[in-house]
T-cell receptor, first 115, second 113 residues
Framework: GAVVSQHPSWVICKSGTSVKIECRSL??????MFWYRQFPKQSLMLMAT?????????EQGVEKDKFLINHASLTLSTLTVTSAHPEDSSFYIC???????????FGPGTRLLVL | DAKTTQPPSMDCAEGRAANLPCNHS???????VYWYRQIHSQGPQYIIH???NNETNEMASLIITEDRKSSTLILPHATLRDTAVYYC??????????????FGQGTILTVHP
């Protein structure tokens, strides 16, 4: 069964509003989680690393003030897209490495459409 | 992490083995080969990984050449539900970049009846 969940699975919002996406590890603790973005017909692109107890680290070109990340607990990371615009419409996917098992589990993704 | 090269697309008949190749000629000694797949509109799914020995699990087999410069993912009896994009990723487990997977374009595998 799924070991990483995301909520919501899809969201439609108006331009200028903020959207929060949750990522949860269901049966293990994750001190680190990752956020990816995927545009249609493209591959996944890493956006940022979410660290429990410290600030997130962002990949080059990703605006940290626009994509706010909070790793609230060992099982929850949230990504908030602030002042969303149509170009932010994308498929957002989180992942969490399972320590000791050398594998990384991905959430089912959240599809965001900004009108 | 080393770069990988995969064919953009492959076809396979249902029930037959699907053999997906991956080249990773610049792989270093402490880098693993990971395979993930992404079914349309879903998050990637872990399939298998290996360092230098061949590996098998309930989903697939992974064959790594002796020089580790290439590998093949084998789905022994492909089904229509195996239609997906398959990603081969070379990754150094542990260290400061732990978990930061770099996805290429992958191989679109289409299984047909």
């Amino acid at each position: 069964g799924a070991v990483v969940s995301q909520h919501p699975s899809w969201v439609i919002c108006k331009s200028g509003t903020s959207v929060k996406i949750e990522c949860r590890s269901l049966d293990f603790q994750a001190t680190t989680m990752f956020w990816y973005r995927q545009f249609p017909k493209q591959s996944l692109m890493l956006m940022a690393t979410s660290n429990e107890g410290s600030k997130a680290t962002y990949e080059q070109g990703v605006e940290k003030d626009k994509f706010l990340i909070n790793h609230a607990s060992l099982t929850l990371s949230t990504l908030t897209v602030t002042s969303a615009h149509p170009e932010d419409s994308s498929f957002y996917i989180c992942s969490a490495p399972r320590t000791g098992m050398e594998t990384q589990y991905f959430g089912p993704g959240t599809r965001l459409l900004v009108l | 992490d080393a770069k990988t090269t995969q064919p953009p697309s492959m076809d396979c008949a249902e029930g037959r083995a699907a053999n997906l190749p991956c080249n990773h000629s610049t792989i270093s000694g402490n880098e693993y080969v990971y395979w993930y797949r992404q079914i349309h509109s879903q998050g990637p799914q872990y399939i298998i990984h290996g360092l230098k020995n061949n590996e098998t699990n309930e989903m697939a087999s992974l064959i790594i050449t002796e020089d580790r410069k290439s590998s093949t993912l084998i789905l022994p009896h492909a089904t229509l539900r195996d239609t997906a994009v398959y990603y081969c990723i070379v990754f150094r487990a542990g260290g400061t970049s732990y978990g930061k997977l770099t996805f290429g374009q992958g191989t679109i595998l289409t299984v047909h009846p």
